[in-house]
């Protein structure tokens, strides 16, 4: 898989509340920024297989 450039602006404080928080973690804030970001996408897509298989199965 190849990989892209993604250019954020973000407030000050913003920054520094990343920073911390991957600081907590070891991370830097891009690592830490990804890492949240693809949790939040498997989240959405698990959410998704979940409402489908419910609808397959009649449960909703």
């Given at each position: ?11 000050h404080?913003?920054l520094?509340r ?5 600081a ?7 690592d ?13 897509r698990?959410?998704s297989a ?11």
């Open positions: 898989m190849g990989t892209s450039v993604l250019s954020l602006r973000i407030d404080e913003l520094e990343l920073r911390d928080h991957a907590k973690r070891g991370m830097s804030v891009q830490y920024v990804v890492r949240t970001l693809i949790r939040d996408d498997f989240d959405e698990f959410q979940v409402e489908e298989t419910e609808k397959f199965y009649g449960l909703t």
